[in-house]
């Protein structure tokens, strides 16, 4: 466990996830947070959107959760949409998740190593500054 940047661990994330959990998703269509997931939904994956601004609202077939602890389900990936300096105020829901995530994805232009060393501590894998899209795409990951 650890972090994850190689192209080979990222590819094996991708082709073995199923749920993501999209921290920061947005309803606006011209902004990553909508298209980058919209894209992954389209390709098969389960989309579970998080947002305080957007709860009880519905994209990619799913209800939008104020929190990272109120998803029920397992959830494979949480793909992070929010600023750097933002997302230490994630770590306690991103811990708090049950089951707890396998992987926990910072989107392009996205560092937190004090974020991802706690996560590692937890068991949580990371991935930093990379998009779930473009590896997607350049990996050639067949949809389901």
Do not use: K
């Not at 389900?73 to 793909?79: E, L």
């Not at 989107?107 to 060393?117: K, L, Y």
């Amino acid at each position: 466990m650890g972090e994850r940047n190689s192209d080979a661990e990222r590819r094996q994330i991708l082709e073995e996830a199923r749920t993501i959990a999209v921290l920061g998703a947005h309803p606006d269509e011209s902004r990553p947070a909508f298209y980058v997931p919209d894209y992954l939904h389209r390709h098969g994956y389960r989309v579970v959107p998080v947002n305080p601004r957007f709860a009880g609202d519905a994209l990619w077939g799913e209800v939008v959760r104020s929190r990272l602890d109120e998803i029920a389900a397992p959830v494979d990936v949480v793909d992070v949409f929010r600023r750097a300096g933002a997302v230490d105020a994630h770590l306690e829901e991103l811990l708090a998740m049950r089951p707890a995530p396998r992987v926990v994805w910072l989107q392009s232009g996205i560092r937190n190593d004090r974020v991802a060393a706690a996560l590692v501590a937890a068991g949580i894998d990371v991935v930093q500054d990379h998009c779930t899209m473009a590896d997607h795409r350049r990996f050639g990951i067949v949809a389901r």
